[in-house]
Each structure stands twice: as structure tokens, then as C-alpha cells.
């Protein structure tokens, strides 16, 4: 018998007693099948996804599914409530650098730790949902994780490129960076595909990205063969980059972007200027690599050593 259901998964920070939840839908088909779990505002201020999951679980129907969909709705509900981009506003730490979390940790640890084991580990394959924050400008592409695993590493990159984004990038599992602590990282190393979504940006809820959320999750369920059909591309054949470049800045200062999300970018070519507060250029921020322009931080300033932007090599 399908059915459709929101619970509540209580979550508390036992070091200071804050209490909250996290609301997540749970869609039983009327057949047989796999699980997907879709996760959604990690970081709670990135809209265009959070939006996009929401209009993913509206449109569910058990009837129409062979398998089990899960989705959380909102991982960070204090962050989403305290409009905090990339941390928790309790203990301050980014949901996505603490996976698979701790029973007894801080707030977001037991956020990560309860999904883990109330949904990640039900499912047979993953989806998280993520954009740029408010200072942040992405347009559309994902990020995978290698384990040296080649057979579940060739399941996940078909999973990737079925849910029809422009650009796919392969990152290291156990890595520093995107890797060790990220939700779809983790995931992936209890041995099913884990990807991040990447789309919109600095706050915007743009057509563009929420309905790019959409139909990749909607490509999932396909994909999987929890709902009938083939996946649809959103924008044309997606290609698997060979390799991410990221770009950080070494002086302090104000930051003016050379460049736009979707830009083609050659090497050595100019990716942004850091100035002095009275304009004068202290550092020119070039790329080693020629590539497609991934991510453009948007704020007017940056800290020395921060992240500036990303690039994709194809």
C-alpha cells in the first residue's frame, strides 16, 4: 500500500539543551523498488534549492513509484529560521563539514548524525541539494566523489550525468577539500552514488535554478527506476570535467570579479582583482588552467586567504 507521510526527527544539542527538528517527508510506493534520499538545506540560506526540494516532494505521488523516497525538507531548521549561511547558529559549525556527525556532539554534528542514520542509511543512492550563499554566484553543476571503488565509482558518475546538469566534477571521497566531512562523501562510503547539487545563488530564487533542482531529482527517480520514464537533460548533454580548480585570494581586501558564472576562462586569464580600500590593485587573482567558470564569490571583500571563485577543466 503507497503512502505519504512528514515526520519530525527531534534533535538536541546536549552541551547547551537547544532543541529543534528536522521535517522529513517519506514517500512509499505501491511496488517494490530502491530507495533514493534527497536532502535539502544543509545550508539553509542557499534558496533556489531549498525550493526546488520543496516543489520535488509537492509533486510526489506513492501511486505513480516502485520504491522509497525520502526527503529531507530541511536539514538546518535554525540556520533556515536565523538566515545563517553556512553555519549552524547554535554552535556555529557547517553541517557540511561534520558528516556522518555524532550522537552526543553539538547541534549540527546530531543534525548529520540523525540523518545518517534515519535516512543515508536506508538508501540506495543520494542527492544533496546545495547552492551558492548569499555572496556566493553559481549557476548549475555537480560534484561527485571518487572512493578508488571503480565499479560504485562508474555508478555514481552515470547517476551524476542522468540528472542532467550541464557540468559533473569528480572529487576525492577522503580529500581535504569537498571531500572528508561533506554529506554526499560520506554517503558514498557506505557503497551507494552520492552527489551534490550545485545551483543558484546569493539569496535569488531564479526560475532557472529551482526548476534545474527539480528536474535533476525528478531524473533521479528515473534513473534508478523508481518512477517510469527516461531522464530528461535540463541544458543539453552533460560533460564530466576532468577536474576542479580552486581559486583563493592571498591579501585582504576588496574583491572585483573579472568574470561571471558560465564564462570560458583561458589560462593565465584574469579571474578577479583584490584592491586596497582606496582602489589600488594589491593582488590580480589568474587561473593556471583554462576553463568553465563555475563559482564567483560576490561579496565586496575578502579576507586573506579566502575562497574567491572555481573553476571546471574539461
Same mark, same amino acid.
Given at each position: 500500500?503507497s503512502?505519504?507521510?512528514?515526520?519530525?526527527?527531534? $534533535?538536541?544539542?546536549?552541551?547547551?539543551?537547544?532543541?529543534?527538528f528536522?521535517p @522529513?517527508?517519506? !514517500?512509499? &510506493?505501491?511496488?517494490p #523498488?530502491?530507495?533514493?534520499?534527497?536532502?535539502?538545506?544543509?545550508?539553509a540560506?542557499?534558496?533556489a534549492?531549498?525550493?526546488?526540494?520543496?516543489?520535488?516532494?509537492?509533486s510526489?505521488?506513492?501511486?505513480?513509484l516502485?520504491g522509497?523516497?525520502?526527503?529531507?525538507?530541511?536539514?538546518?531548521?535554525?540556520?533556515?529560521?536565523?538566515?545563517?549561511?553556512?553555519?549552524n547558529?547554535?554552535?556555529g559549525k557547517?553541517?557540511?563539514?561534520?558528516?556522518p556527525g555524532?550522537?552526543?556532539?553539538t547541534?549540527?554534528?546530531v543534525?548529520?548524525y540523525?540523518?545518517?542514520q534515519?535516512v543515508i542509511?536506508?538508501?540506495?543512492?543520494?542527492?544533496?541539494?546545495?547552492?551558492?550563499?548569499?555572496?556566493e554566484?553559481?549557476?548549475?553543476?555537480?560534484?561527485?566523489?571518487a572512493?578508488?571503488?571503480?565499479?560504485?565509482?562508474?555508478?555514481? $558518475?552515470?547517476?551524476?550525468?542522468?540528472?542532467?546538469?550541464?557540468?559533473v566534477? @569528480?572529487?576525492? !571521497?577522503? &580529500?581535504a577539500?569537498? #571531500?572528508?566531512?561533506t554529506?554526499?562523501?560520506e554517503a558514498?562510503k557506505g557503497?551507494?552514488?552520492a552527489?551534490?547539487?550545485e545551483?543558484?545563488?546569493r539569496g535569488?530564487?531564479?526560475?532557472?535554478?529551482?526548476?534545474a533542482t527539480?528536474?535533476a531529482?525528478?531524473?533521479?527517480?528515473?534513473h534508478?527506476?523508481i518512477?517510469?520514464g527516461?531522464p530528461?537533460?535540463?541544458?543539453?548533454?552533460?560533460i564530466k570535467?576532468d577536474h576542479?580548480v580552486?581559486?583563493?585570494?592571498?591579501?585582504?581586501?576588496l574583491y572585483?570579479p573579472?568574470v561571471?558564472?558560465?564564462?570560458?576562462?583561458?589560462?593565465?586569464?584574469?579571474?578577479?582583482?583584490v584592491?586596497?580600500?582606496?582602489?589600488?590593485?594589491l593582488e590580480?587573482?589568474?587561473?593556471?588552467e583554462?576553463?568553465?567558470v563555475l563559482?564567483?564569490?560576490?561579496?565586496?571583500?575578502?579576507g586573506?586567504?579566502a575562497?574567491?571563485?572555481?573553476?571546471?577543466v574539461?
Open positions: 500500500m503512502s505519504k507521510t512528514i515526520v519530525k526527527l527531534p $534533535v538536541k544539542d546536549v552541551h547547551n539543551s537547544f532543541e529543534t528536522i @522529513v517527508g517519506i !514517500a512509499e &510506493g505501491a511496488q #523498488g530502491p530507495t533514493l534520499a534527497v536532502i535539502g538545506a544543509v545550508h540560506t542557499e534558496y534549492a531549498v525550493e526546488g526540494v520543496a516543489r520535488f516532494w509537492q510526489l505521488n506513492p501511486a505513480e516502485s522509497k523516497v525520502y526527503v529531507v525538507l530541511t536539514a538546518d531548521v535554525a540556520a533556515l529560521c536565523k538566515h545563517t549561511q553556512y553555519t547558529p547554535i554552535d557547517n553541517l557540511n563539514r561534520v558528516w555524532k550522537q552526543d556532539g547541534l549540527t554534528e543534525i548529520a540523525t540523518i545518517t534515519e542509511q536506508h538508501a540506495d543512492a543520494v542527492i544533496d541539494c546545495h547552492g551558492g550563499e548569499f555572496d554566484a553559481i549557476d548549475l553543476f555537480i560534484i561527485t566523489h572512493l578508488g571503488e571503480a565499479e560504485l565509482n562508474q555508478k555514481t $558518475v552515470e547517476f551524476a550525468l542522468a540528472l542532467g546538469f550541464p557540468f566534477e @569528480v572529487t576525492d !571521497a577522503h &580529500g577539500v569537498l #571531500g572528508s566531512g554529506g554526499a562523501a558514498i557503497g551507494r552514488p552527489v551534490t547539487l545551483a543558484g545563488g535569488l530564487l531564479e526560475e532557472r535554478h529551482i526548476s527539480y528536474n531529482l525528478q531524473n533521479g527517480l528515473k534508478l527506476g518512477k517510469p527516461q530528461v537533460p535540463w541544458a543539453g548533454q552533460s570535467l576542479g580552486i581559486l583563493k585570494s592571498t591579501q585582504m581586501g572585483a573579472h561571471t558564472v558560465g564564462d570560458w576562462i583561458e589560462k593565465d586569464g584574469l579571474f578577479a582583482q584592491l586596497d580600500f582606496d582602489g589600488t590593485v590580480e587573482i589568474r587561473v593556471s583554462a576553463g568553465v563559482d564567483v564569490i560576490s561579496a565586496r571583500a575578502l586573506a586567504g575562497f574567491a571563485g572555481k573553476i571546471g574539461i
